[in-house]
């Protein structure tokens, strides 16, 4: 996993919660969205502790934690001793949610993922996400939320962001331009589906047709973040949707991205395609950066492949 800052937080919670948080490095909220989200569909299971064969609510949030180096209790009943409470109008991604589905205190645990939704592992059809409001039946189960670590998002990205050298590096405006121009798509609908990019920004047409394409979906916050950097993993899932490619014989493994990783199909994918070697070291970088010479190269790579 790689290397996280500590935040002040952690001061906090262990002076006003007598089970405090875990001190593990903290990571971004979309390293904990995306990990959350790579196991939508697993199946449930009442004690069950496996993405394959089944889990339960839980064993998934203990799993996902787990992923960013935070250890949760087993229970949802010991998950809620864990962290500080916070409440439901405070809510931030990556804060664990409890509910009373049993009629007898805390029964069923999610992680927060921002607007509204989180997500779980349901008897009702598995890892999914719902509505914490959703009046039918979870908003009226809720009991509390847990801040088990602060999961830092927006403000230290658009800083990261800011200092990144465009001249050099792609960002995702960038991405999506090249592709549509690479693949000819139709960009003519504006109607953007995303709420950073209205109906006359200059990259409505392209991020629409690509949505339409299933090559950006956003970010939790329905954001495409047109003027951010965009990662090697990232980029990964980008171009394997964008050009349809299909997993070949001949994959190389990477040390940094294992099979537990969210972006391990896809790179698999171009790997096994030969879009991509790597970064050396037998390496894939995932979470670095994207440079402009390297975009060009791997779109390159990808558009020879029949």
């Not at 069950?48 to 009943?77: E, H, P, W």
């Not at 299933?214 to 394997?240: H, M, Q, W, Y």
């Not at 940094?256 to 970064?279: F, R």
Request: glycine residues 10%; proline residues 3%; contains cysteine.
């Amino acid at each position: 996993m790689k290397k996280k800052w500590f935040l002040p937080i952690f001061a906090s919670f262990m002076i006003f919660s007598g089970h405090g948080a875990n001190q593990a490095e903290a990571a971004s909220a979309s390293d904990l969205t995306n990990t959350a989200l790579s196991y939508i569909g697993a199946p449930y299971k009442y004690g069950g502790t496996s993405i394959t064969y089944g889990i339960d609510c839980s064993a998934y949030t203990q799993l996902v934690f787990s992923k960013m180096g935070i250890q949760l209790n087993r229970t949802s009943s010991g998950q809620y001793q864990q962290g500080v409470s916070v409440s439901k109008s405070n809510l931030q991604i990556g804060d664990l949610v409890f509910f009373n589905t049993s009629g007898r205190g805390i029964s069923h645990v999610g992680i927060y993922i921002g607007n509204g939704k989180f997500v779980s592992a349901t008897t009702s059809g598995g890892v999914k996400v719902d509505s914490i409001n959703d009046p039918y039946y979870w908003g009226n189960k809720y009991v509390g939320a847990k801040r088990i670590t602060k999961f830092t998002n927006e403000q230290i990205q658009e800083v990261k962001a800011a200092s990144v050298d465009f001249n050099v590096y792609a960002s995702r405006g960038k991405v999506a331009e090249k592709l549509v121009e690479i693949l000819g798509l139709d960009t003519s609908d504006t109607n953007s589906p995303f709420r950073d990019i209205s109906a006359n920004s200059k990259f409505a047409g392209v991020a629409t047709a690509l949505y339409k394409k299933g090559a950006f979906t956003g970010d939790p916050d329905g954001k495409f973040n047109p003027n951010s950097p965009i990662t090697r993993a990232e980029l990964s899932k980008v171009l394997v949707i964008a050009f349809g490619l299909k997993l070949q014989p001949d994959v190389e493994q990477f040390k940094d991205i294992k099979p537990d990783h969210w972006a391990y199909e896809n790179v698999s994918i171009l790997s096994s395609n030969k879009v991509t070697i790597g970064i050396g070291d037998g390496l894939f970088g995932g979470n670095k950066n994207v440079r402009l010479d390297h975009l060009d190269l791997f779109i390159e790579r990808a558009k020879e492949i029949e």
